[in-house]
């Protein structure tokens, strides 16, 4: 099992979450949520202990964001593209991606995930520098990651009628 499929199942994101969270609201808006967390995080400075409130309204907005979204009118365009690029991407044990895809979304995963270093770091000693360039990195890699996802799913639309199907 892939650590996307982890993530899935954490998440609980069903068939009718991708499809809602294909609409691009939902892609777009997901780009908030760094920031979003950091500055819940960062309110513990203001509000104290009452932080836990926008704290748990972040983690909120990062569970209901995939499923408030309508399913789009349509998936042609950027945003929606990029979530079902990610569907196939975790779903490339079944349907295995081409080779040139197999390095990259993995180096960008990595380099997310080295962004989250000094961001949660800045958080915890209430740093801005490392906040801001860490929250940065993840957001830039993500956006790369993205585009990865899009890049894939072209690639792989016609490769089972299923995928095929999700472009309308």
């Known amino acids: 099992m892939t650590l996307e499929n982890k993530i ?15 609409n691009p609201w939902s892609g777009y808006s997901r780009f908030s949520m760094i920031p979003l967390i950091g500055l819940a995080f960062w309110s513990r400075v203001w509000l104290g202990w009452w932080a836990v409130i926008p704290i748990v309204v972040v983690l909120a907005w990062v569970w209901f964001n ?16 990029a979530v079902l690029g990610e569907w196939v991407w975790k779903n490339r044990k079944e349907v295995p991606v081409l ?11 990595a380099i ?6 000094p961001f949660i770091w800045g ?3 209430l740093e801005i520098w ?3 360039f860490g929250g940065m990195v993840m957001i830039i890699s ?7 996802m899009v890049w894939i799913y072209e690639d792989m639309k016609d490769a089972t009628p299923e995928y ?3 472009l309308y």
């Open 8 to 22: 899935t199942d954490l998440f609980r994101m069903d068939e009718k979450a991708r499809r809602r969270h294909s």
């Open 66 to 81: 995939p499923r408030i979204f309508p399913e789009p009118k349509s998936t042609d365009n950027w945003a929606s593209k």
């Open 99 to 109: 080779k040139h895809h197999l390095l990259v979304p993995n180096v960008l995963s």
């Open 112 to 117: 997310n995930a080295v962004g989250a270093i």
């Open 123 to 125: 958080l915890v000693v």
């Open 130 to 132: 490392p906040t801001v």
């Open 142 to 148: 993500k956006l790369w990651f993205c585009d990865r």
């Open 164 to 166: 095929r199907s999700w």
